[in-house]
């Protein structure tokens, strides 16, 4: 599981129209832009589906192509083959963000299963921080897609459950970045525990994605 709260300033891709779920239910839907600008490459677009919960047209009237919008709400990464998606479920949206320049900042909560390399490493001014690397799993049709999060914390202490393999759960400050012209999620960790992971249960979707 991957989930997180976030603040997202953009640009409107696709303007909002009022759809039904498989069940009736009636919400809105629309895209937002956020251009990503790496420290040394090219700037990525990243295009996030974003959900509100409303039937009304004309709230959905004022989601216009290429307006500028801050939203807040709980984002959620879709990994299929190569391409990794990004949906959003909207709580809150201002028109006229002080914010003028792209972003997605925010708290990451995440559970899943650790990577082989589990690091004590220095940084520039020789303070040690851990690095370790773990997957968020997905089951897709008959397989499992694999979501990977980068994890660093200050701190020069190893706890017994950060094994290879072993199961953890994650709260922190999620970090997005580009490198090679793709989307690397990161996440700088505030809290840590070991995750008691249970049987796969497949759950239907809460989010008509």
Not at 12 to 24: D, N, P, Q, Y
Request: charged share 30%; aromatic share 10%.
């Amino acid at each position: 599981m991957i989930k997180c709260n976030v603040k997202v300033n953009g640009t409107i891709g696709r303007a909002a129209v009022v759809r039904a779920s498989k069940e009736g239910k009636q919400f809105m839907t629309y895209s937002v832009n956020v251009v990503l600008s790496p420290n040394n490459g090219i700037n990525k677009t990243i295009n996030i589906s974003v959900i509100k919960d409303s039937n009304d047209s004309s709230v959905a009237a004022q989601y216009v192509t290429g307006h500028r919008i801050e939203v807040e709400g709980v984002l959620y990464f879709k990994k299929r083959g190569s391409e990794l998606y990004l949906d959003m479920s909207e709580n809150r949206s201002n028109f006229y963000p002080e914010q003028s320049k792209d972003g997605i900042e925010g708290e990451m909560h995440f559970r899943g299963t650790l990577g082989k390399n589990i690091e004590m490493k220095t940084d520039k001014k020789n303070r040690p921080y851990l690095a370790c690397s773990a997957y968020s799993a997905e089951k897709v049709a008959d397989g499992f897609e694999y979501t990977w999060v980068r994890f660093i914390r200050f701190s020069d202490v190893i706890e017994d459950f950060l094994v290879p393999k072993g199961t953890i759960e994650v709260k922190g400050d999620m970090d997005l970045s580009v490198y090679n012209d793709n989307l690397n999620l990161g996440c700088r960790i505030k809290e840590m525990s070991k995750w008691v992971k249970q049987p796969y249960q497949e759950k239907k979707e809460e989010l008509p994605f």
